[in-house]
């Protein structure tokens, strides 16, 4: 028998790396546990974080995530669900100021009918007194008098004719015609009748003529009442614009003025039947021209800033309603 030493040191040699090894892999493994760890522990808090945001608004915008990528596919997920309810939500409020502007209209409907019954035999009777009162005495005041009263029962009479359009079914004469010499039009009528040099039109439109399908009297009638407004808006100095784009299959005009603008707590209440800011005014104009715009499936808006101005957005479909080519038609819808 002979000792070999050297067999013991190569097997103690042995044992020593692998435990070296081992501890050098386990300090591997617990460096890695901690990475990840890590990069997971921060993702979540940023998922947790924007779900905070979310919870209190829907509007906020997403930051860029740093994280690990199967949590960025969690984070995408979040920011895509949130635009997702946000559009839902905008489209549930948009339906129920539709829906309150509509049980609006339906009431104001069936309170004109009968206002307008109570409202007419009278007038009609002062007005036939008021003239023969006019014919009979020849005072240069009475008659001054008499031709006041006869004013404002047509004033009256007006007022009694826009409160029975809620009360009837919309009446459209739809025929093809050039929207852009309409609006010059509205745009000429203004400017002769302010006649003032403090007060400039600017008329801007992608092409010369613009031929739509619509009722030309009616839309006459929105844009004359537009154009009305933003003068009304303007101080002793001041630009009205009027701008026409085709914008999808849709004819987009544009009136903006630089007045004093719309404060934001009444601008959803433009539309409503009777609410004005004007002091003669009924606030009728605005409701009116909603219903005439929304019924060939268009539609309007109204963007403000104070001392800023407004734009007043109208989009009307480029084919309108009927059938295209076609002469005059009579379309008969219900009020929206």
Known sequence: MKRLPSLRSQQDWTLSLGAA?????????????????????????????????????????????SGLAELARIYQGVNQLAESLRQKIEQERDLREQLRHKERLAALG?????VAHELRNPLATIRLRTQ????????????????????????????????????????????????????R????????LIRSETIRFLFDAT???????????????????????????????GTVELRVLDQNGYITVECRDDGHGVPEEIRDKLFDPFFTTRPKGIGLGLSIAYEIVQAPDGTTEIA?????????????????????GSGVETIQIEHA
């Open 110 to 114: 069936q309170v004109a009918a009968g």
């Open 304 to 324: 403000s800033l104070p001392i800023k101005g407004t734009i007043v957005t109208v989009r009307l479909p480029a084919t309108g309603p009927g059938t295209p």
């Open 132 to 183: 023969m009162n006019q014919r009979s005495v020849s005072d240069s005041a009475v008659q001054q008098s008499c031709l006041m009263v006869l004013e404002e029962i047509d004033r009256l009479n007006g007022i009694v004719e826009r409160l029975l359009y809620f009360s009837r079914p919309l009446n459209l004469e739809v025929e093809s015609f050039d929207l852009v010499l309409l609006l």
């Open 185 to 192: 039009d509205c745009v000429e009528a203004k400017a002769t």
């Open 21 to 65: 090894a081992f501890v050098a892999l386990s300090l591997v493994c617990v460096l890695l546990a901690f990475l990840v760890a890590r990069d997971l522990g921060s993702g979540v808090s940023q998922i947790e974080e924007r779900l905070h945001e979310l919870d209190r608004d829907f509007g906020s915008s997403a930051k860029p995530f």
């Open 207 to 237: 092409s010369a003529s613009v031929i739509i399908r619509g009722d030309r009297s009616k839309l006459y009638q929105v844009f004359d009442n537009v154009l009305s407004n933003a003068i009304d808006a303007l101080g002793p100095v």
